[in-house]
């Protein structure tokens, strides 16, 4: 992350404009801190990586899941590619491909004198990188953005990274309750296989709707048992398995923003769903 990208984020506590202090590596951040001018908190820079956190914000679920995620970051894609056929009727590319034309990339258009920005709020290991490259326009100016609460899977996601570049992607340890950026500055906004484990999902929704451009499509996926499947007794309990950390895991429709539009929520495999919505222009 360039000291410019630094100076698109917001204090996650007050929303004031931040500005880095500290070394650099060439023309990227390395060490220091984010200082808000507002109301001057302080957040660390660590080896390139800003930690836009409030350890004291963080809920007992969040806090649960970040340790769980941490573990599991090495382990966690080789097992969804591994298990996701047997388990979810479907390929993990086919469930992929299916969420991926909800976000409607191919309608992006240049906006003269400014770049188009796409949000992943949740980015684990990135494995979405390479579906946002394939479908992107290749014609558009894309700055890509991803978040996490996990530093095992922000570390998952620079080792792929680093192997493969594709186009460049800042990174930012941060909490999808407390989104640090100024309201309306993304062109698309999704978050994959998580939300159900938030403390509060709904807040978590009313973020992705403020950072998110009026009229651009945001997108949610997580885990939901399809009703229309008839289902095994073995799939019930490995369902419950998958969804241990919540007493009932389903699209959050009822948790959606005031005034949400254009709402889909549909079936993408056997245990997840992807619930579509786009927020009005303010007024209208």
Not at 26 to 44: F, K, M, N, T, V
Request: charged share 25%; aromatic share 8%.
């Amino acid at each position: 992350m360039k000291v410019a990208d630094a100076g698109t984020l917001a204090c996650p506590g007050c929303r004031g404009p931040l500005a880095f202090e500290g070394a650099l590596a060439g023309d990227e951040l390395h060490q220091g801190i984010l200082r808000c001018a507002q109301c001057g908190s302080r957040w660390p820079v660590r080896d390139g990586l800003p930690h836009l956190v409030s350890e004291a914000q963080v809920q007992r679920a969040d806090r649960f899941m970040r340790v769980l995620y941490d573990w599991l970051a090495p382990l966690h894609d080789p097992v969804t590619r591994a298990l996701f056929p047997p388990l979810q009727g479907t390929s993990e590319r086919a469930a992929r491909d299916r969420y991926m034309t909800r976000l409607d990339l191919a309608s992006l258009r240049p906006i003269p004198g400014e770049r188009l920005r796409i949000l992943e709020v949740g980015i684990g290991a990135g494995a979405n990188l390479s579906l946002l490259d394939r479908d992107l326009p290749p014609y558009c100016d894309v700055e890509i953005w991803g978040l996490d609460l996990s530093v095992g899977m922000l570390e998952r996601c620079r080792r792929r990274l680093a192997q493969d570049p594709g186009r460049p992607v800042r990174l930012l340890l941060a909490d999808a309750h407390a989104l640090p950026f100024p309201d309306a500055c993304f062109d698309r906004v999704f978050h994959v296989g998580g939300i159900g484990g938030y403390g509060n999902p709904g807040r978590g929704l009313a973020e992705m709707a403020r950072v998110a451009r009026p009229g651009t499509p945001i997108l949610v996926v997580d885990e939901q048992l399809d009703p229309a499947w008839r289902t095994s007794p073995f799939h019930r309990l490995v369902f419950r398995a998958l969804t241990f950390y919540a007493s009932e895991s389903a699209s959050p429709v009822g948790d959606l923003p005031p005034g949400a539009t254009d709402v889909v929520s549909e079936q993408l495999s056997r245990y997840y769903y992807g619930l579509t919505f786009r927020m009005p222009s303010p007024g209208t």
